[in-house]
């Protein structure tokens, strides 16, 4: 993705902002929206892997999801 950007900068030479065009800006946004739902479902399979395991070390009772979703 190559972008045309412009650089602000102040008196001494140091970039203070960057502009870029606002159909770019959508692109970037719509490609961090996508990042964050990746994001989102790695975390939360991590989780329920995690649940997975603690309910084969568990010895009690395991609750059925039919059980689980009656309690909802």
Do not use: C
């Not at 045309?4 to 800006?25: F, K, M």
């Amino acid at each position: 993705m190559k972008i045309a950007l412009q650089y602000v900068n102040d008196v001494n030479g140091h970039t203070q902002a960057i502009q870029l065009p606002v159909a770019e800006w959508k692109k970037v946004l719509a490609k961090l929206k996508k990042y964050e739902q990746a994001l989102k479902l790695k975390s939360d399979l991590k989780e329920a892997i995690e649940q997975v395991r603690i309910l084969k070390a568990a010895n009690g009772k395991k609750q059925t999801l039919n059980d689980f979703l009656n309690e909802l």
